[in-house]
């Protein structure tokens, strides 16, 4: 699979299971880190939303935990040939291993979202990509802990499982803070929602809409280009 190179850092990619994607950039852009001094990723996999994250705060320390021997491969070399290095610690665990007596200003992850599916033929593929291995309300119970005083869990998910994300998080002592409907072109309907919740109640939620692509192959938009252009080479 080789390199995939971002203006500021390159991702290599080739033991992980689950490659770049859209899904990962996204939310590495559009979570708010601009206040935080503490940040974790869940499920880093290569790392490349611990990298964006470095990227767009530089003064922010920054924790990425993986359960998969293969991501980490990738993911260690990523962070070590980064201009970052020095802030970004790579654990390998599991979410629910994972010992930890610090509080987070971010919470981040792009997790598993696949239920009741086919699974994948291997087993790093499967937890990669399956709830089995990491569900959403583990990641809600983490950060109900974990999440520092006005801090902020981010994570994108498709619409269904956000949904259902969104409406167990209050269980967890967890609001509502932003959201964004994802539409990958102007006329097909939303099938990813980001999202950030935080751990005081928000009466005004901000609510809004990203295309990604005009509706031609490898056209974007203005604001997925005004988002992304700080990674994207060919933006």
């Known amino acids: 699979m080789g390199v995939f190179r971002y203006k500021q850092f390159n991702i290599r990619q080739d033991n992980t299971a689950m490659k770049i994607g859209t899904d990962g950039t996204l939310l590495g852009a559009w979570v708010d880190v601009s206040k935080a001094n503490t ?92 709830t089995d291995s990491l569900h959403y309300s583990e990641i809600l119970d983490f950060a109900q802990i974990h999440l520092s005083e006005n801090g902020i869990l981010a994570m994108i998910l498709p619409v269904e499982n956000a949904e259902k994300c969104i409406e167990m998080s209050s269980k967890y002592g967890l609001y509502l803070k932003r959201k964004t409907w994802v539409k990958p072109v102007p006329h097909k309907a939303p099938h990813r929602i980001v999202f950030e919740l935080t751990n005081v109640f928000v009466e005004q939620v901000v609510n809004d809409e990203l295309i990604i692509e005009t509706g031609k192959r490898h056209d974007y938009t203005a604001d997925y280009i005004a988002l992304t252009n700080a990674f994207y080479i060919i933006m």
């Open 39 to 130: 940040i974790l990723d869940i499920g880093t996999g290569t790392g490349v939303i611990a990298l964006m994250v470095a990227q767009r705060n530089l003064e922010a320390k920054v924790t990425a935990v993986e359960i998969s021997e293969d991501a980490i491969i990738d993911a260690t070399f990523n962070i070590q040939e980064s201009p970052w290095a020095d802030r970004v610690e790579l654990i390998s665990t599991s979410l629910q291993r994972f010992q930890s007596m610090d509080k987070y200003d971010v919470i981040v992850s792009n997790p598993p979202f696949f239920e009741n599916s086919l699974k994948a033929e291997t087993t790093n593929r499967n937890n990669a990509r399956h």
